[in-house]
């Protein structure tokens, strides 16, 4: 559309228009002016044709062909992060490893207390075991969260202590949450007492 503006005696010609010919990258037309977003119109959609047909989704999920809406990865395949489809996985979530027939298969299955792996190793131990020749191993010393090996733990449960090499977890002393080093040497105290130093000492009767 075009119109002509009068300045100092001089005609000037100005051409503007109220179409929008293009929408920026996920993005889709509405209207003749209008740009919305596919995300907004519809879950996990990066590009789109409209509000109802998504070309290309989000990490994690794929394009039912029938729909053109996105499903995620998981929904058609435990465990996947990544996929093609609903039955091509190429990438799998943290404690699962990627099989030859493109799914996801729980390290657990293979390695009980395994967190991360591939088909004939271990890589990474859930708490309570450690790594040992590829599998994973409990660990067999009482109140230890994290050891090295059957004899040496280096992180015990809340209200325990690891003692001298790790050869054994302490318990901290009656009012201590938890410790360091002994059972005396505080760090956090239960509720109802309070951190002088290294001690827990008893709040006053009203204070809660």
Not at 130 to 154: H, M
Not at 164 to 171: K, L, P, Q, T, V
Not at 187 to 192: L, M
């Amino acid at each position: 559309m075009a119109g002509t503006v009068l300045s100092g005696g001089n005609a000037y010609v100005y051409i503007y228009s109220t179409q929008c010919y293009s929408c920026d990258v996920g993005y889709y037309q509405v209207g003749p002016v209008g740009c919305l977003s596919c995300s907004a119109a519809m879950t996990a959609c990066a590009l789109c044709l409209n509000s109802t047909t998504c070309t290309d989704c989000f990490q994690g999920y794929f394009i039912n062909s029938t729909s053109h809406a996105c499903i995620t990865c998981t929904s058609t395949i435990l465990g996947c992060s990544t996929c093609t489809n609903g039955s091509i996985c190429i990438e799998c979530n943290s404690g699962y490893y990627l099989a030859a027939n493109n799914t996801c298969v729980a390290c657990t299955s293979l390695f009980p207390g395994c967190l991360g792996c591939n088909i004939t190793n271990c890589s990474v131990c859930e708490l309570d075991y450690y790594l040992n020749s590829n599998n994973c191993s409990f660990c067999s010393i009482t109140s230890c969260l994290r050891c090295t090996s059957s004899t040496v733990c280096i992180q015990c449960a809340t209200g325990y202590y690891v003692v001298g090499a790790g050869a054994s977890c302490g318990a901290c002393s009656i009012n201590c949450m938890t410790c360091w080093n002994s059972n005396s040497n505080c760090t956090n105290c239960i509720r109802g007492y309070y951190l002088v130093g290294s001690t827990c000492t008893q709040c006053s009767s009203s204070c809660l």
